[in-house]
């Protein structure tokens, strides 16, 4: 048992609910809560079975606080491997704020932000990634973020880096070995077969570091840059993306200065909308700064929806944002189709390849741009087993891991002694382990856990 402590906290959040939880792990957990605790059925929580559930009431000195149901999970079979008693009491925060007292009063210390996940850590019930995807699980808020979080969680690609690293691991002390015998020219770790695990680590590597891209995006809501002259229905636009009238919409051309900007899932895909200040050359102050933002957001942003609302628009302005912006996705969208005839929709579109037409303000195709964005996330890699990770400091060890596995890789080539190319095998060990938390710092700790809620 790592820690001698036992610590208490609300796992409910704060303020009124029909129920509330109050979660409690450590040595004493048990026997703090058979002081406090008188159950229907006379009997001590300690003589109960693990995950088991009572009745009975919360009493602080002969007063009754509560009537309580109380669950017991036996260490190491809990969920942070400690002894845990969860009360669910009523859900006044008079009652939550009596109880928690009384428990502190018996010598509970209160926990800190994510210290029950960080004890399931120390205690092995789960590895750094797991739980770290805990917290994701918990702020996830579309289906895609939730569906990598809870992949994550059931230890789906960790447990592959682990597997990888052992092996690795095994390589290097047999390379370790041979320094022994140095004199002699052994050679105990076939190069061959080492080879072959390189590559075969390489090569998962740069799959997770691949999946970062579309990971990270989902996890943070795919920006969508809403851009074009003023007065062609941008804020019109956002504001039928979003069915809100979040957006001020008027015909005096200029009306967004700063930009404006609101999440919505399509497809389970969360996308930023961010309705900017329209393009044009102006000697308004306070529209140039609205308008240098524009090209701020347009930097950030992953799509970027080219607005236009009539047949001679200005092109040169489409042109300079794909001059400008070669490597982003650009969707030209022509609004205001009520406007048009059919001859200028068809000349339109013999121009323009991929255009889409709309009208923002009748919310007539609206239906067919949020297909059209859907559809340009590459909506395979969210659908079967394939592992996306969306965590930085993940994305970050493995591309530090690949750089020292690249290094082993051309120290064999170049026959490289084997101490030198010990050297950066442990650098890669320490990497991968990093990952799955092997290998840990009491910093790296403190920043993953205090991001948790309290009582979590
Ligand atoms: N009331 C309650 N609900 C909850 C949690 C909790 O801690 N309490 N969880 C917290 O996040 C999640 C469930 N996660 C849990 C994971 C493991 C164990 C647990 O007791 N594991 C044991 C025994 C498993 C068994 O054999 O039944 C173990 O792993 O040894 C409990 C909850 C979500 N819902
Ligand atoms: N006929 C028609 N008018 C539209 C349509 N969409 C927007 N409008 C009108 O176009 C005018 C400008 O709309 P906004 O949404 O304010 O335009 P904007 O692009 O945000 O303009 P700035 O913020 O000034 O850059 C308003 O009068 C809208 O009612 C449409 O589909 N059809
Ligand atoms: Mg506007």
Same mark, same amino acid.
């Given at each position: 048992?790592?820690? *001698?402590?036992?610590?208490?906290? #609300?796992?409910?959040?704060?303020?009124?609910?029909?129920?509330?939880?109050?979660?409690? *792990?450590?040595? &004493?957990?048990?026997?703090? $809560?058979? *002081?406090?605790?008188?159950?229907?059925?006379?009997?001590?929580?300690?003589?109960? +079975?693990?995950?088991?559930?009572? #009745?009975?009431?919360?009493?602080?000195?002969?007063?009754? =606080?509560?009537?309580?149901?109380? $669950?017991?999970? +036996?260490? @190491?079979?809990?969920?942070?491997?400690?002894?845990?008693?969860?009360? $669910?009491?009523?859900?006044?925060?008079?009652?939550?704020?009596?109880?928690?007292?009384?428990?502190?009063?018996?010598?509970?210390?209160?926990? %800190?932000?994510?210290?029950?996940?960080?004890?399931?850590?120390?205690?092995?019930?789960?590895?750094?990634?797991?739980? &770290?995807?805990?917290?994701?699980?918990?702020?996830?808020?579309?289906? /895609?973020?939730?569906?990598?979080?809870?992949?994550?969680?059931?230890?789906?690609?960790?447990?592959?880096?682990? +597997? !990888?690293?052992?092996?690795?691991?095994?390589? /290097?002390?047999?390379?370790? #070995?041979?320094?022994?015998?140095?004199?002699?020219?052994?050679?105990?770790?076939?190069?061959?077969?080492?080879?072959?695990?390189?590559?075969?680590?390489?090569?998962? !590597?740069?799959?997770?570091?691949? %999946?970062?891209?579309?990971?990270?995006?989902?996890?943070?809501?795919? @920006?969508?840059?809403?851009?074009?002259?003023?007065?062609?229905?941008? $804020?019109?636009?956002?504001?039928?993306?979003?069915?809100?009238?979040?957006?001020?919409?008027?015909?005096?051309?200029?009306?967004?200065?700063?930009?404006?900007?609101?999440?919505?899932? =399509?497809?389970?895909?969360?996308?930023?909308?961010?309705?900017?200040?329209?393009?044009?050359?102006?000697?308004?102050?306070?529209? +140039?700064?609205?308008?240098?933002?524009?090209?701020?957001?347009?930097?950030?942003?992953?799509?970027?929806?080219?607005?236009?609302?009539?047949?001679?628009?200005?092109?040169?302005?489409?042109?300079?944002?794909?001059?400008?912006?070669?490597?982003?996705?650009?969707?030209?969208?022509?609004?205001?189709?009520?406007? !048009?005839?059919?001859?200028?929709?068809? /000349?339109?579109?013999?121009?323009?390849?991929?255009?889409?037409?709309?009208?923002?303000?009748?919310?007539?195709?609206?239906?067919?741009? &949020?297909?059209?964005?859907?559809?340009?996330?590459? %909506?395979? /890699? !969210?659908?079967?087993?394939?592992?996306?990770? %969306?965590?930085?400091?993940?994305?970050?060890?493995?591309?530090?891991?690949?750089?020292?596995?690249?290094?082993?890789?051309?120290?064999? &080539?170049?026959?490289?002694?084997?101490?030198?190319?010990?050297?950066?095998?442990?650098?890669?060990?320490?990497?991968?382990?990093?990952?799955?938390?092997?290998?840990?710092?009491?910093?790296?700790?403190?920043?993953?856990?205090?991001?948790?809620?309290?009582?979590?």
């Amino acid at each position: 048992m790592l820690y *001698s402590d036992t610590i208490v906290a #609300l796992a409910t959040p704060a303020g009124t609910g029909a129920i509330a939880v109050i979660r409690i *792990s450590g040595p &004493e957990a048990i026997s703090l $809560s058979d *002081s406090i605790f008188a159950s229907v059925k006379k009997k001590k929580l300690k003589q109960q +079975k693990t995950h088991t559930i009572h #009745l009975g009431h919360i009493v602080d000195n002969g007063k009754v =606080l509560d009537e309580a149901l109380v $669950s017991i999970f +036996k260490g @190491p079979t809990s969920y942070t491997g400690e002894d845990v008693v969860e009360i $669910s009491c009523h859900g006044s925060p008079y009652v939550q704020q009596q109880i928690v007292n009384l428990l502190l009063r018996k010598g509970c210390r209160t926990a %800190s932000a994510g210290e029950f996940t960080l004890r399931a850590f120390l205690n092995g019930k789960m590895d750094l990634s797991q739980a &770290e995807a805990v917290a994701d699980l918990i702020a996830s808020d579309s289906a /895609a973020a939730h569906d990598i979080a809870l992949q994550q969680m059931r230890g789906g690609f960790s447990h592959e880096i682990q +597997k !990888l690293r052992e092996e690795l691991l095994n390589f /290097a002390s047999l390379i370790e #070995l041979e320094l022994d015998f140095s004199q002699e020219d052994v050679e105990f770790a076939d190069r061959t077969q080492f080879n072959a695990l390189l590559n075969k680590i390489s090569e998962v !590597l740069k799959k997770l570091i691949d %999946s970062f891209a579309l990971g990270n995006v989902i996890k943070k809501g795919i @920006p969508v840059a809403i851009v074009g002259q003023p007065n062609v229905g941008k $804020s019109t636009l956002l504001n039928a993306l979003l069915n809100e009238e979040r957006a001020i919409v008027s015909d005096i051309a200029g009306t967004t200065r700063d930009t404006v900007e609101d999440q919505i899932s =399509l497809k389970g895909i969360n996308f930023r909308f961010i309705d900017t200040a329209g393009i044009r050359e102006t000697q308004d102050v306070v529209e +140039k700064i609205g308008i240098e933002r524009t090209f701020d957001k347009i930097d950030k942003a992953r799509l970027i929806v080219f607005l236009f609302d009539k047949v001679d628009f200005d092109r040169s302005e489409l042109q300079r944002i794909q001059q400008r912006y070669p490597n982003k996705q650009i969707l030209p969208v022509c609004n205001k189709m009520d406007l !048009l005839t059919p001859d200028q929709v068809e /000349a339109l579109k013999k121009e323009i390849p991929n255009v889409l037409f709309l009208s923002a303000k009748h919310r007539k195709g609206i239906d067919v741009l &949020e297909e059209k964005l859907s559809g340009l996330v590459d %909506s395979g /890699a !969210l659908s079967g087993d394939r592992t996306i990770i %969306s965590n930085s400091r993940h994305y970050d060890a493995l591309l530090k891991a690949l750089e020292e596995i690249q290094k082993v890789k051309e120290g064999m &080539e170049m026959g490289l002694s084997s101490d030198l190319m010990a050297i950066d095998i442990r650098q890669a060990l320490f990497h991968l382990g990093e990952i799955t938390g092997q290998v840990t710092t009491d910093d790296l700790l403190g920043n993953i856990f205090s991001n948790f809620c309290i009582g979590k």
